[in-house]
């Protein structure tokens, strides 16, 4: 996008099917983290990213085909397209060998760093403007979920940290396909198309970082790990991510990966009913930061207001 130039969407408000859809979004995404580990028994983490790319392209390409989108016809995505593919595959190698050298409850931590890597993007790149209480709904909806799932320790040795850096490299990673498919072409491109440059291009990228880890299958996986593969390949790349390109085509960016920190809350939930993990009541109390920091970050902007940088 031109230099000086607004998003159209950047002053959007969500709509209660945005809302809504978010939610659903974020249940699924905080079940896809148990579904990950409950398969990893069977497979290896690298090779279950690259099998869920690799199930989820048939699934983007029916799509496509039913609703009519052709897409290999020339429209100046090429390029964007090529680059998106890129960043989503790194993002998953670095996420993934992350979790080799630090604990998943840092790398949830750390991985929902995301948003501020997208305020701050949406405000470089986007033309977006976020006032004072925005930036404090952030700040307190990150912190509830550091408080919900345990806030890191400072005594970690070096791998950790090398684990934790690469995890912020993932959710960084991230946020800059977010904000790339918002600020170029890819922008007017049916998300089908938008998505499918990702998933095909992480595929060979994903596998290669497979190989390249030693990551092999010693047996064929049972029936609950395939079920969990094909939740993850179906629903949550085929689908879901598809459902959250559509939403950033339409609406604020930063306003829209504000509630991706709901997600690890729900993956706390899922981890209790199904990992059978204990919940303290201070899960309470992060809920309410949460969702005060939602309020704040969403809450209508006053019009007229001085400074705001978004329209009234």
């Given at each position: 996008m031109p230099p000086g130039r607004t998003d159209p969407s950047a002053g959007r408000s969500l709509?209660?099917?945005?809302?809504?859809?978010?939610?659903?979004?974020?249940?699924?995404?905080?079940?896809?983290?148990?579904?990950?580990?409950?398969?990893?028994g069977d497979v290896p983490p690298l090779l279950q990213a690259t099998i869920r790319s690799?199930?989820?392209l048939p699934v983007l390409l029916s799509i496509a085909w039913l609703?009519?989108?052709?897409?290999?016809?020339?429209?100046?995505?090429?390029?964007?397209?090529?680059?998106?593919?890129?960043l989503f595959g790194v993002e998953f190698v670095l996420i993934y060998r992350g979790l080799l050298l630090t604990s998943a409850l840092r790398a949830v931590v750390f991985l929902?760093?995301?948003?501020?890597?997208?305020?701050?993007?949406?405000?470089r790149f986007l033309g977006e403007r976020l006032r004072v209480s925005q930036w404090g709904g952030l700040a307190l909806s990150f912190a509830?979920?550091?408080?919900?799932?345990?806030?890191?320790?400072?005594?970690?040795?070096?791998?950790?940290?090398?684990?934790?850096?690469?995890?912020?490299?993932g959710g960084a990673l991230w946020a800059a396909t977010t904000l790339l498919v918002k600020a170029t072409s890819l922008s007017k491109a049916a998300p089908e198309k938008a998505l499918a440059y990702q998933v095909a291009i992480s595929i060979p990228i994903l596998a290669f970082a497979a190989w390249t880890s030693g990551e092999t299958l010693t047996h064929?996986?049972?029936?609950?790990a395939l079920s969990l593969l094909a939740y993850q390949a179906i629903w949550v790349v085929g689908l879901t991510f598809l459902f959250w390109f559509v939403l950033v085509k339409t609406y604020s960016a930063s306003k829209l990966s504000a509630f991706t920190f709901i997600t690890p809350l729900f993956g706390v939930v899922a981890s209790y009913f199904i990992m059978h993990d204990r919940l303290s009541p201070?899960?309470?109390a992060a809920a309410l930061l949460v969702i005060a920091g939602l309020y704040f970050v969403n809450r209508p902007e006053t019009r007229g207001m001085p400074g705001s940088g978004v329209p009234s």
């Open positions: 709509s209660a099917g945005a809302i809504a859809l978010m939610l659903l979004l974020c249940v699924s995404w905080g079940f896809n983290q148990i579904a990950v580990k409950l398969a990893l690799a199930g989820a609703r009519g989108i052709r897409l290999f016809e020339r429209d100046h995505t090429l390029i964007p397209g090529l680059f998106a593919g890129l929902y760093t995301a948003p501020f890597f997208v305020a701050l993007g949406s405000y509830g979920v550091a408080l919900a799932i345990g806030v890191p320790q400072a005594d970690v040795d070096a791998k950790v940290l090398l684990g934790d850096l690469m995890v912020v490299g064929f996986p049972g029936p609950l201070v899960f309470g």
